[in-house]
């Protein structure tokens, strides 16, 4: 049974994750840009197609979850067909966000993996820690907090080595929280906090 700390804990750690990863637009402003996305959308070629398909992948990521996944997995297949390694990798990384909002966290686990290995080939530091820290993140949140340590320790190497000190407090945030919630470590917690 989860103690109120606990649940206090997964509740901020959600936050954390959405504040982490949400896009500069506001709803009002995606609702009222979506028309004409949509119509671009069918004018669209190549490039520009893409990058309306992630757009309103987007824009609909705060509205629909399941229109945003249609967008993302026509971008998906987009960039797979292209061999855009970056933006399969990105679109592999919002898909996951759209299904960690729908508590789907097995399909969110799937789509990190698939990008994670994409990121690391690319050298692309942030897309590694950002998916190191999603990954430690779901599974904190289903309560495998000895899966979820090697991510959230790769995750603050990563952030360490790139000098990314954001990232670095909220992956330390959380493995502060995983020592809490394990070892029932308070100083330890209390150290990384």
Known sequence: MKTRIQTFYS?????????????????????????SLETLLHQSQDNERLEVLSTLGN??????????????????????DRKDKQTEAVILKNIAQT??????????????????PIF???????????????????????????LSQPYTDTALELAKKSNNREREAAISDLIGDLHFSMDKDYERALELL
């Open 99 to 116: 299904h960690f909002f729908k508590s789907d966290y097995n399909a969110a686990l799937g789509y990190l993996f698939s990008a994670l």
């Open 59 to 80: 824009s609909y990521k705060y509205i629909n979850l399941d229109t945003a996944l249609i967008f993302y997995k026509e971008g998906l297949r987009l960039a797979q």
């Open 120 to 146: 690391e080939s690319l050298d692309d530091t942030l897309g590694q820690i950002n998916s190191n820290y999603a990954i430690a993140l779901i599974y904190y949140i289903r309560t495998q907090y000895d």
């Open 11 to 35: 509740y901020f750690l959600i936050i954390v994750f959405l504040s982490h990863f949400a896009p500069t637009n506001l709803q009002a402003q995606n609702e009222s840009n979506i028309d």
